[in-house]
C-alpha cells in the first residue's frame, strides 16, 4: 500500500513539474501595456521607439493593438501553437473587433537557423487584410532579408511597418511614420481566391454532370430526388459555417489589452 502511495505522489509530482515547463514558457500577461516586448533582447532602442510611436497611432486612430513578442526558447512548443496561446492568454486586440495582430520571435532558433522562428499571428478580425499567404510574404520580404544580414532589430522593424501598414489600408487611415506605399497590398496575392473560386467552379460542373447522368440513367424520378437531398446538404452547411466565430475573450480597451482573440490565423518560418 505504502509502495503504491509513493507511486501516486510521484506521478503528481512529475504532473506538476512537467507542467510548470511549459506553462513557464509563455510569458504571465504584463502589469504594464506596451506594443514590444523584447524578453530576448534582440531589439536597439531606436527600433523599439519606433515601435512603440507607429503601434500607439494604430490604436488611437482604428483600436487595432500590434504587439512584438521576442522570447529567449519557446521549448518543445510549435511556435503556432505558442503564439496562439499567447495571443489568447494576453488577449491581443479588441473584443468586439479581434483586430490584434502578434509578431513573435524565439531567439534560440533564430540564432540557430531553425525552422519555427518567428510567427505572425492574426486575429479573427483582420484575417481579410492579413491572410496566411499575406503574413508569410511579409517575413520573407522584410523580416528574413535584414536576419540574413544579421540585423535582428531591423528585420523586426520593418516587419512592423509592414504590418502596420496592412492594417492601416484596412482602416482607411494615413499614418505619419510609415510610407504605406512601400509595403505589400492586402489583396495582390490572389492565390487564394483563384483557387477557391476553381473549386466552386468544379463543384458547380461535377454536380451538372452526375444531375445529367442520373437524368439519363432513372428517367422520371432521378432529378426530383437528387435536388431534395442536394437542397437538404447544403442548408446544414451553410448552418455548420455560422458557428466558426466565437467570442472575443476579456474586456478592455486603450492602455490595456482590448481581450482580442485569434483562430490561429497567420503564418510562420
Given at each position: 500500500?505504502?509502495k ?35 524578453y530576448?533582447?534582440?531589439m ?49 486586440g ?29 486575429g ?92 439519363n ?5 432521378g ?6 437531398g ?15 466565430f466565437?467570442?472575443?475573450g ?20
Amino acid at each position: 500500500m505504502i509502495k503504491y502511495g509513493k507511486v501516486f505522489l510521484l506521478s503528481i509530482l512529475f504532473l506538476l513539474i512537467f507542467t510548470e515547463i511549459f506553462a513557464a514558457s509563455i510569458p504571465p500577461k504584463p502589469s504594464q501595456y506596451d506594443y514590444v516586448y523584447d524578453y530576448a533582447k534582440l531589439m536597439n532602442q531606436s527600433d523599439i521607439e519606433t515601435i512603440r510611436s507607429i503601434g500607439k497611432e494604430i490604436e488611437d486612430l482604428s483600436g487595432a493593438q500590434i504587439i512584438v513578442v521576442t522570447v529567449n526558447d519557446i521549448g518543445n512548443y510549435q511556435i503556432s501553437d505558442y503564439a496562439l496561446n499567447l495571443f489568447r492568454s494576453w488577449g491581443i486586440g479588441q473584443k468586439d473587433k479581434n483586430n490584434g495582430v502578434l509578431l513573435l520571435v524565439d531567439k534560440k532558433r533564430l540564432l540557430k537557423g531553425l525552422s519555427g522562428k518567428v510567427f505572425i499571428s492574426v486575429g479573427y478580425g483582420l484575417e481579410g487584410a492579413i491572410p496566411d499567404s499575406v503574413a508569410g510574404r511579409v517575413l520573407d520580404d522584410y523580416v528574413l532579408p535584414k536576419w540574413d544580414n544579421k540585423d535582428y532589430s531591423g528585420g523586426i522593424v520593418d516587419g512592423y511597418k509592414a504590418i502596420a501598414s496592412l492594417v492601416a489600408k484596412e482602416y482607411n487611415i494615413d499614418l505619419k511614420n510609415v510610407d504605406t506605399n512601400e509595403y505589400p497590398q492586402p489583396n495582390t496575392d490572389n492565390n487564394d481566391k483563384v483557387k477557391g473560386i476553381i473549386s466552386v467552379v468544379i463543384f458547380i460542373i461535377l454536380i451538372l454532370i452526375f444531375s445529367s447522368f442520373r437524368r439519363n440513367w432513372w428517367w422520371g424520378g432521378g432529378p426530383g430526388g437528387f435536388g431534395g437531398g442536394f437542397g437538404g446538404g447544403f442548408g446544414g452547411f451553410g448552418g455548420s459555417g455560422g458557428s466558426g466565430f466565437g467570442g472575443g475573450g476579456f474586456g478592455g480597451s486603450g492602455g490595456s489589452f482590448g481581450g482580442g482573440s485569434t483562430g490561429g490565423g497567420g503564418a510562420g518560418r
